[in-house]
Nanobody, 129 residues
Framework: QVQLVESGGRLVQAGGSLRLSCAAS????????MGWFRQAPGKEREFVTA????????YYADSVKGRFTISRDQAKNTVYLQMNSLKPEATAVYYC??????????????????????WGQGTQVTVSS
Protein backbone atom coordinates (compact mmCIF):
# COMPACT_ATOMS: atom_id res chain seq x y z
CA GLN A 1 0.00 0.00 0.00
CA VAL A 2 1.44 3.33 -1.07
CA GLN A 3 1.45 6.06 1.52
CA LEU A 4 1.86 9.73 0.68
CA VAL A 5 2.75 12.44 3.16
CA GLU A 6 2.66 16.09 2.12
CA SER A 7 4.50 18.88 3.86
CA GLY A 8 5.48 22.49 3.36
CA GLY A 9 2.14 24.23 3.41
CA ARG A 10 1.91 27.48 5.35
CA LEU A 11 0.76 31.08 5.25
CA VAL A 12 2.54 33.17 2.64
CA GLN A 13 2.01 36.63 1.23
CA ALA A 14 0.83 37.19 -2.31
CA GLY A 15 3.75 37.26 -4.70
CA GLY A 16 5.74 34.92 -2.51
CA SER A 17 7.02 31.41 -3.10
CA LEU A 18 6.52 28.07 -1.45
CA ARG A 19 7.74 24.54 -2.03
CA LEU A 20 5.59 21.58 -1.14
CA SER A 21 6.97 18.09 -0.71
CA CYS A 22 5.30 14.71 -0.93
CA ALA A 23 7.15 11.70 0.43
CA ALA A 24 6.05 8.32 -0.88
CA SER A 25 6.50 4.93 0.73
CA UNK A 26 5.21 1.42 0.32
CA UNK A 27 5.93 1.05 -3.38
CA UNK A 28 8.59 1.48 -6.01
CA UNK A 29 8.61 5.23 -6.43
CA UNK A 30 9.97 5.18 -9.94
CA UNK A 31 6.90 3.20 -11.01
CA UNK A 32 4.52 5.84 -9.74
CA UNK A 33 3.02 8.61 -11.81
CA MET A 34 2.56 11.53 -9.43
CA GLY A 35 0.23 14.49 -9.33
CA TRP A 36 -0.81 17.49 -7.26
CA PHE A 37 -4.40 18.58 -6.81
CA ARG A 38 -5.93 21.29 -4.68
CA GLN A 39 -9.26 22.04 -3.12
CA ALA A 40 -10.32 25.49 -2.02
CA PRO A 41 -13.14 26.00 0.49
CA GLY A 42 -16.50 25.39 -1.12
CA LYS A 43 -14.97 24.29 -4.40
CA GLU A 44 -14.32 21.03 -6.19
CA ARG A 45 -10.91 19.41 -6.12
CA GLU A 46 -8.93 20.56 -9.14
CA PHE A 47 -5.86 19.41 -10.96
CA VAL A 48 -2.67 21.41 -10.55
CA THR A 49 0.16 19.42 -12.11
CA ALA A 50 1.48 15.92 -12.75
CA UNK A 51 4.74 14.22 -13.64
CA UNK A 52 5.47 10.95 -15.38
CA UNK A 53 7.20 8.04 -13.72
CA UNK A 54 10.66 8.94 -14.96
CA UNK A 55 10.06 12.67 -14.79
CA UNK A 56 10.35 13.23 -18.50
CA UNK A 57 6.82 14.52 -19.00
CA UNK A 58 4.97 17.13 -16.99
CA TYR A 59 1.45 18.53 -17.18
CA TYR A 60 0.14 21.80 -15.81
CA ALA A 61 -3.22 23.42 -15.37
CA ASP A 62 -3.42 26.67 -17.33
CA SER A 63 -3.93 28.62 -14.12
CA VAL A 64 -0.46 27.68 -12.81
CA LYS A 65 1.56 27.31 -16.00
CA GLY A 66 4.74 29.36 -15.87
CA ARG A 67 4.55 29.86 -12.11
CA PHE A 68 4.46 26.34 -10.66
CA THR A 69 6.99 23.58 -11.28
CA ILE A 70 6.70 19.91 -10.44
CA SER A 71 9.77 17.75 -10.00
CA ARG A 72 10.73 14.45 -8.46
CA ASP A 73 13.76 13.03 -6.71
CA GLN A 74 13.85 9.30 -7.31
CA ALA A 75 16.54 8.77 -4.68
CA LYS A 76 14.43 10.45 -2.00
CA ASN A 77 11.07 9.02 -3.11
CA THR A 78 9.76 12.54 -3.10
CA VAL A 79 7.87 14.79 -5.48
CA TYR A 80 8.00 18.56 -5.15
CA LEU A 81 5.76 21.43 -6.12
CA GLN A 82 7.56 24.74 -6.41
CA MET A 83 5.05 27.57 -6.40
CA ASN A 84 6.13 31.08 -7.35
CA SER A 85 4.26 34.37 -7.72
CA LEU A 86 1.53 33.05 -5.52
CA LYS A 87 -1.92 34.60 -5.72
CA PRO A 88 -4.67 34.60 -3.06
CA GLU A 89 -6.73 32.28 -5.27
CA ALA A 90 -4.09 29.62 -4.73
CA THR A 91 -5.33 29.25 -1.16
CA ALA A 92 -6.38 25.63 -0.80
CA VAL A 93 -5.53 22.28 0.64
CA TYR A 94 -2.97 20.70 -1.66
CA TYR A 95 -3.07 16.96 -2.15
CA CYS A 96 -0.44 14.65 -3.52
CA UNK A 97 -1.68 11.74 -5.61
CA UNK A 98 -0.09 8.68 -7.17
CA UNK A 99 -0.84 5.77 -9.45
CA UNK A 100 1.06 2.83 -10.88
CA UNK A 101 -0.96 3.18 -14.06
CA UNK A 102 0.96 4.25 -17.13
CA UNK A 103 -1.91 6.31 -18.44
CA UNK A 104 -1.97 7.14 -22.12
CA UNK A 105 0.26 10.19 -22.07
CA UNK A 106 -2.57 12.63 -22.55
CA UNK A 107 -3.33 15.65 -20.41
CA UNK A 108 -6.88 14.41 -20.01
CA UNK A 109 -5.81 11.28 -18.18
CA UNK A 110 -2.96 12.89 -16.26
CA UNK A 111 -5.26 15.58 -14.93
CA UNK A 112 -8.14 13.38 -13.90
CA UNK A 113 -8.51 12.69 -10.21
CA UNK A 114 -10.14 9.37 -11.13
CA UNK A 115 -6.82 8.22 -12.58
CA UNK A 116 -5.03 8.26 -9.23
CA UNK A 117 -5.27 5.48 -6.72
CA UNK A 118 -3.41 6.87 -3.73
CA TRP A 119 -3.85 10.18 -1.99
CA GLY A 120 -2.17 12.05 0.80
CA GLN A 121 -4.02 13.84 3.56
CA GLY A 122 -3.20 17.27 2.22
CA THR A 123 -1.31 20.34 3.34
CA GLN A 124 -2.86 23.78 3.77
CA VAL A 125 -1.56 26.66 1.70
CA THR A 126 -2.88 30.10 2.52
CA VAL A 127 -1.94 33.12 0.42
CA SER A 128 -2.71 36.45 1.99
CA SER A 129 -3.37 39.55 -0.10
Amino acid sequence: QVQLVESGGRLVQAGGSLRLSCAASGGTFSNLRMGWFRQAPGKEREFVTAISRRGGTTYYADSVKGRFTISRDQAKNTVYLQMNSLKPEATAVYYCAATFSLGDGTYSVASGAYAYDYWGQGTQVTVSS
